[in-house]
């Protein structure tokens, strides 16, 4: 097994889904990745070289993963719930925050806050 960025990368995956592993690393900047290193899409982990590996874990570093990606999501987050706006008011209710509806939908949403309430 490969570690990057504190990830274990599965040995039998192919390396365009394995690197989706990473927080931060979807389809297509997994195939951006496999693409600048010369990197067959369907090569699985286990057959790369530590030449391979290392071009891909110097390509990662170049984007923002992992902890910090997660940490910049929640300061975001918490900053619009610290300016009191609609969207901030929705995360601290932990209602729907973009505009779905609730009347009939987001029953697991209402359940939490219902025990939240009377606890």
């Known amino acids: 097994m490969i570690r990057i960025l504190g990830v274990n990368i599965i ?3 192919f390396i365009l889904f394995a690197l989706t592993s990473i927080y931060g690393i979807g389809k297509s900047r997994a195939k951006l990745i496999c693409d600048l290193n010369k990197i067959n899409y369907f090569t699985k982990v286990k057959d790369l070289d530590n030449k ?3 071009l891909i874990r110097k390509n990662i570093s170049n984007y923002i993963l992992e ?3 997660r940490r ?3 300061l975001n987050i918490k ?3 610290d300016l009191n706006t609609y969207r901030g008011i929705r995360h601290r209710k ?3 925050v973009r505009g779905q ?3 009939t939908n ?3 949403c209402k359940k939490i806050n219902k025990f939240k309430k009377n606890n």
């Open 11 to 13: 040995n039998n995956k």
């Open 52 to 54: 391979q590996i290392e």
């Open 67 to 69: 902890g910090d990606l």
């Open 72 to 74: 910049e999501n929640m």
């Open 79 to 81: 900053r619009l719930m």
């Open 94 to 96: 932990n209602l729907p």
């Open 101 to 103: 509806r609730t009347k």
């Open 106 to 108: 987001a029953k697991t």
